[in-house]
């Protein structure tokens, strides 16, 4: 790999296990890479040059570290939390940064996106205006979604069937609101999705559209427990969506920047619901690296430290993925401890097998009910070759178990691939 980063310093916020092979490949390009968060013992640090236990909202800290070793970048790969402080943090030392306050503001509270949706014409999950008396409200039909404003993870996320509920699912969402605010739309059961866009010196390239599948427990959504690439919505959502997202993009004035925007397929039309700006935390882009030879983690690096990026490093990646079948399982587990993770397939010998990472490990609590906490593992497999893939996809989700300390099976239930045949 080209040493284009030799000596270069790299501060990288969080040390998630997720982020482990980012900071691998930084390192491969020559980059000393310092990684910190308030934790001791993050994953990611393990694979740093250097780290440091400095929470990523303290900014001041951060700013004194990054003068002291003369930092040469910045970056906030897929940290939700971290997006405010990464921007102060570059703001301060006159680094790249590719998103401002204002953009990811809209892109990180869910009533900011509602109306910057409605403003763009496009699609949204219909919202229910909250006040005091909405408990009151006997003309409300159920059942109804209600979460925070700010929310990430499904944390705070409460489907409302009647309303004795709504009370306890108001406190829930605002005891999770960093702003204290919520929101609540009408409930759709459809299929969903999502589409993910990189935009580089103003050009924005669709790099993937995927549907997204999830475990369901008496009628209520667990976790996500799987993608598929390409969407079998694609082609309507090229005709009917992408340059209404396009234009939305636009309307924000961003120049550079991964994003990813979340919908329902609900009645022949796409409702949005949930936006990101940054990368996704479950290494969707190791997909796109292997299918279009473009790796947005390396692309996001080399603006933290150069502050540009040619656009012919990105050719190949607007719909690449529509050549390929690609499958992201993921493995989940019940609340509980984790005592053994059993895997009992030689990964490296399916031949559409691409990469994985674990989230979890043996010893680690399950604590969070309903949110990404149930998350063991996930898995990619691509190919031209479909049926090569979900051939091996049930290779793996048959040979992978998670364990408590008493041997009990607290796995979850997988996605099922065969409805692809």
């Known amino acids: 790999m080209n040493k284009d980063l030799k000596d270069k310093k790299l501060i990288v916020f969080g040390g998630l296990a997720q982020q482990i092979e980012i900071i691998k490949r930084a390192r491969r390009r020559g980059a000393h890479v310092v990684c910190i968060d308030y934790l001791a013992d993050s994953p990611g640090k393990q694979y740093a040059n250097e780290s440091h236990n400095i929470s990523i909202k303290d900014t001041k800290k951060i700013i004194a570290l990054a003068r002291r070793i003369k930092a040469d970048g910045i970056m906030n790969y897929c940290i939700d939390p971290g997006q405010k402080p990464y921007v102060e943090v570059c703001e301060a030392l006159g680094l790249p940064c590719y998103g401002t306050q204002d953009q990811f503001r809209f892109l990180t509270n869910k009533d900011l996106f509602y109306k910057l949706c409605v ?79 990189y935009v580089n010196n103003g050009k924005i390239y669709l790099s993937s559209v995927s549907d ?122 019940d609340v509980g401890l984790i005592g053994q993770i059993q895997i009992n397939c030689e990964l490296e010998k399916l031949q559409t097998y691409v990469g994985h ?40 989700l048959t040979s992978i178990k998670v364990y408590d300390p008493d041997n009990n099976d607290i796995t979850l239930p997988f996605m099922d691939v065969e409805s692809y045949r």
């Open 119 to 197: 403003d763009n014409g496009v699609g949204v999950v219909e919202r229910i205006e909250f006040d005091e008396s909405l408990t009151k409200n006997s003309d409300l039909s159920y059942p109804i979604v209600v979460k925070p404003a700010d929310g990430r993870a499904s944390r705070g996320f409460t489907i409302v069937k009647e309303a004795g509920q709504l009370t306890d699912a108001i406190n829930h969402a605002l005891n999770n609101s960093d702003r204290k605010e919520l929101i609540i739309q009408e409930y759709v059961d459809a299929d969903q999705l999502c589409a993910k866009y």
């Open 212 to 333: 997204t599948h999830a475990y369901f427990k008496n009628s209520e959504r667990v976790c996500i427990n799987g993608k598929v690439y390409p969407s079998k919505y694609t082609r309507e959502y090229l005709q009917k969506a992408d340059h209404k997202i396009k234009n939305l993009i636009k309307s924000l004035g961003i120049y550079n920047g991964p994003l990813s925007f979340t919908a329902f397929y609900h009645n022949g039309g796409f409702k949005f619901f949930d936006p990101s700006f940054r990368l996704g935390g479950g290494e969707e882009w190791r997909l796109i690296s292997h299918i279009t030879g473009v790796d947005l983690s390396d692309i996001l690096t080399t603006y933290a430290i150069k502050g540009y990026v040619e656009d012919e490093s990105l050719d190949g990646l607007d719909k690449g993925f529509m050549n390929h079948f690609s499958v992201n399982p993921f493995l989940l587990g």
């Open 357 to 396: 990472h674990f989230a979890k490990k043996e010893g680690e609590r399950i604590n969070n009910y309903g949110t990404v906490d149930h998350v063991v593992a996930r898995f990619f497999f691509s190919s031209k070759n479909k049926d090569n893939v979900i051939e091996d996809v049930n290779r793996l």
